[in-house]
């Protein structure tokens, strides 16, 4: 296995990892925000009033997207181990 295709077996992997995750984060990132602005408009300092919210929209973005998530990475592992006895040489 040559460098360049550990390298493009790495990059590949990050790039999976990142389009994978990113639509949960962005959920979370935006109810975040959402809470906060109202938070701020309604002069609540409760620091734990994030958190339900939070982890309601993760649960069901993950409840959404967990099939689609699960098909990245299963095609991404079966692309990976399909090609292995090329790796090993």
Same mark, same amino acid.
């Given at each position: 296995?040559?460098?360049?295709?550990?390298? +493009?077996?790495?990059?590949?992997?990050?790039?999976?990892?990142?389009?994978?995750?990113?639509?949960?984060?962005?959920?979370?990132?935006?109810?975040?925000?959402?809470?906060?602005?109202?938070?701020?408009?309604?002069?609540?300092?409760?620091?734990?009033?994030?958190?339900?919210?939070?982890?309601? *929209?993760?649960?069901?973005?993950?409840?959404?997207?967990?099939?689609?998530?699960?098909?990245?990475?299963?095609?991404?592992?079966?692309?990976?181990?399909? +090609?292995? *006895?090329?790796?090993?040489?």
């Amino acid at each position: 296995m040559t460098v360049g295709e550990v390298t +493009d077996l790495a990059s590949s992997a990050m790039f999976l990892i990142i389009r994978v995750s990113a639509p949960v984060l962005l959920v979370s990132l935006c109810v975040g925000l959402i809470v906060s602005i109202f938070q701020t408009v309604t002069s609540i300092q409760e620091q734990t009033l994030t958190f339900v919210p939070k982890v309601l *929209a993760i649960f069901l973005a993950l409840m959404v997207l967990g099939n689609w998530m699960l098909g990245e990475l299963t095609g991404y592992i079966v692309e990976v181990w399909s +090609d292995f *006895a090329r790796y090993v040489r």
